[in-house]
């Protein structure tokens, strides 16, 4: 992994919900031994389809069950595991289990279009990230059409070159690319024309805002511009049903967020019942 990236997150690294470490070498160890027990699991968020009435997909979104005495959430580790290139490990284990798990939906007949994974840039840099996939959609047997892939603003700061061709393969492959918290950064349209992008995820942070003034404006343009490029637009983290209507009124009818679902455990979702709509 690049030298570089990791001093850029290690600025943005917070240890606030690490008390108890007096290092980084302690989480380090735990982080590996978590990972050796099997500590790491998976939850999935739901996202609504207000038109179909259906859920399209789920968000696959990692905790750490720590030495089985407190659920870690991802922000407090994800940021570390990135600088110290234990990501790699983490995200081959989260796209074996969500690929595992895809799979097993479809057989039990579980209604869905997609199964989604965040990936770190980190792990996309990696020059058997490509082989890696393709071994764990082989070894799961899920058809790669169901996957897809979440990604955020931080992938362009690298080799674009490398970057296009990479997720131009994994179109090519059939697998999904979504543009994660697009409206958090510096949020370039123009990306969104020039890479295979399939979804755009507006960033939660819009949500709460957007009957203070301004955001009402952001939101309605990403969600038409978005559909101008012929790409999916999904609302993150809707709590409320004004929020929704506000959505509906904007034309953006895929949907996720606490209003209809916080995450759930994979054995709750083929019972998963949408509340009416
Ligand atoms: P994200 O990919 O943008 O995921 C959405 C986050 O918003 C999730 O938090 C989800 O639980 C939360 N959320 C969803 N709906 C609502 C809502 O209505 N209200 C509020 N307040 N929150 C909502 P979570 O699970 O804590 O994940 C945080 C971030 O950690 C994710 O943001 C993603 O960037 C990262 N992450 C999670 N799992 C993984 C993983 O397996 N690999 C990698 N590389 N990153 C992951
Ligand atoms: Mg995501
Ligand atoms: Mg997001
Ligand atoms: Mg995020």
Redesign the pocket.
């Known amino acids: 992994i690049s030298k570089e990236y990791g001093k850029r997150n290690a600025v943005l690294f917070d240890l606030k919900h690490m008390d108890g470490y007096v290092n980084k070498v302690g989480l380090e160890s735990d982080i590996r031994s978590g990972l050796d027990n099997h500590e790491f699991y998976l939850v999935y ?1 739901p996202k609504v389809n207000l038109k179909r009435e259906t859920v399209d997909g789920y ?4 905790r750490w069950n720590k030495k089985g005495k407190e659920i870690i ?3 407090d580790f ?1 940021p570390f595991a990135e600088e110290t290139g234990l ?1 790699i490990s ?2 081959k284990y ?1 796209l074996e289990e969500a690929c595992k798990q895809g799979a097993l939906w479809i057989k039990q007949g579980v209604p869905f279009q997609t199964i989604s ?4 840039p980190v792990e996309l840099e990696q020059y058997d990230f490509l082989s890696n996939l393709h071994a764990i959609l082989e070894k799961t047997g899920l058809p790669p059409k169901y996957l897809e892939i ?1 990604m ?1 603003e931080n992938i362009l700061m690298k080799n674009m070159d490398r970057l296009v061709r990479l997720l131009n393969e994994l179109e090519i492959l059939g697998i999904k690319l979504a543009m ?2 697009f409206g958090s950064g510096f949020s370039n349209f123009r990306y969104l024309s020039e890479l295979p992008i399939h979804t755009l995820k507006i960033d ?1 942070s819009l949500m709460d805002r957007v009957f203070l003034g301004r955001d009402e404006v952001i939101v309605s343009s990403i969600i038409r511009i978005g559909h101008s490029l012929g790409i999916e637009v999904v609302a ?4 409320t049903i004004e929020v929704v209507e506000f959505l509906k009124n904007h034309n953006c009818h895929t949907i ?4 209809y679902s ?2 759930i455990e994979a054995h709750e979702v083929p019972s998963f019942v949408l509340k009416s709509i």
């Open positions: 968020q968000e696959a979104l990692i959430p991802p922000n994800i990501i983490i995200g989260v994974v965040n990936i770190s979440e955020t994660d918290d939660s993150e983290g809707v709590e996720q967020g606490y209003y916080k995450p």
